[in-house]
T-cell receptor, first 113, second 113 residues
């Protein structure tokens, strides 16, 4: 089983719909992150959480919200999806400590029509 | 401003040859980490190698090595004895004390027989 699991792996939906992407991890890491990847732009940070009660905005948080339900679970919501949110979304985790490598899930391909 | 620059959109290398993927970074923070990730066509992000800013020696992991030149602010990835399975996108990333990763735009490597 994957250490960092994202569901769904693929999703096609319509403009205006509410969407939730889920991430769960078995690595026991405290830190969790959500990124989006667009062609030619690399990965950009949406939100991150260093603890269950800690939520921080990243570079591109507008239009997104997150929930850290437990140490192992971190979900990303699009309250009212728009076409320019079509992208590949990644969840990642890392342990405590400075400059630790992040471990990524397999990604969720989201298409908004 | 903190930034990662990958100037090679695409690289070609023949099987069994070595290849260097360039990465330069910009930060005034003395403590940082540099990472390389591989993204095959299947989409997942695979951690390859890490170099800390205070590390005296260049990092190595199997066929991967990181040519760290601190004064030049470069952290080039060297892949020795390229294999067909090395064909992928490669991303350089930097973390600062906050442990958020800043990614470059990536280099697409193609290995040919």
């Amino acid at each position: 089983d994957a250490d960092v699991t994202q569901t769904p792996r693929n999703r096609i939906t319509k403009t205006g719909k509410r969407i939730m992407l889920e991430c769960s991890q078995t690595k026991g890491h405290d830190r969790m992150y959500w990124y989006r990847q667009d062609p030619g732009l690399g990965l950009r940070l949406i939100y991150y959480s260093f603890d269950v009660k800690d939520i921080n905005k990243g570079e591109i948080s507008d239009g997104y919200s997150v929930s850290r339900q437990a140490q192992a679970k971190f979900s990303l919501s699009l309250e009212s999806a728009i076409p320019n949110q079509t992208a590949l979304y990644f969840c990642a985790t890392s342990p405590l400590g400075a400059n630790q490598p992040q471990h990524f899930g397999d990604g969720t391909r989201l298409s908004i029509l | 401003a903190q930034k990662i620059t990958q100037t090679q959109p695409g690289m070609f290398v023949q099987e069994k040859e070595a290849v260097t993927l360039d990465c330069t970074y910009d930060t005034s923070d003395p403590s940082y980490g540099l990472f390389w990730y591989k993204q095959p066509s299947s989409g997942e992000m695979i951690f390859l190698i890490y170099q800390g800013s205070y590390d005296q020696q260049n990092a190595t992991e199997g066929r991967y090595s990181l040519n760290f030149q601190k004064a030049r602010k470069s952290a080039n990835l060297v892949i020795s004895a390229s294999q067909l399975g090395d064909s992928a996108m490669y991303f350089c990333a930097m973390s600062l004390n906050t442990d958020k990763l800043i990614f470059g735009t990536g280099t697409r490597l193609q290995v040919f027989p």
